[in-house]
Nanobody, 120 residues
Framework: QVQLVESGGGSVQAGGSLRLSCAAS???????MAWFRQRPGKEREGVAS???????SYADSVKGRFTISKDKAKNILYLQMNNLKPEDTAMYYC???????????????WGQGTQVTVSS
């Protein structure tokens, strides 16, 4: 069974930084992981993905500001978010699978989410 637990969300001012963490169990099923977010009244959207071979994908809206990475030894996924903007305000979720879905919300395993609020 896969369990994903996010942490690190909070409230920051525009231009600030946060680092989200996602602790994952069930190693064989978390080879491919990603971060999604859901803004109020919007559909869930892919933010960044990390494949087993280390390749990454980013949504255009976060390129150059967000960085996805993973501590393989601890099986913790990170999302470093810099130069945050008010439009980054959302609930952020990590997702995992043993196949790659890149930024498509087809991952079967999801965390409970962590809230990020960016004020102007």
């Amino acid at each position: 069974q896969v369990q994903l637990v996010e942490s690190g969300g909070g409230s920051v001012q525009a231009g600030g930084s946060l680092r989200l963490s996602c602790a994952a169990s069930g190693y064989s099923l978390t080879s491919y992981m990603a971060w999604f977010r859901q803004r109020p009244g919007k559909e869930r959207e892919g933010v960044a993905s990390l494949d087993f071979d280390g390749s990454t994908s980013y949504a255009d809206s976060v390129k150059g500001r967000f960085t996805i990475s993973k501590d393989k030894a601890k099986n913790i996924l990170y999302l470093q978010m810099n130069n945050l903007k008010p439009e980054d305000t959302a609930m952020y979720y990590c997702a995992a699978d043993r196949v790659s879905w890149l930024l498509l919300p087809r991952y079967p395993y999801w965390g409970q989410g962590t809230q990020v609020t960016v004020s102007s």
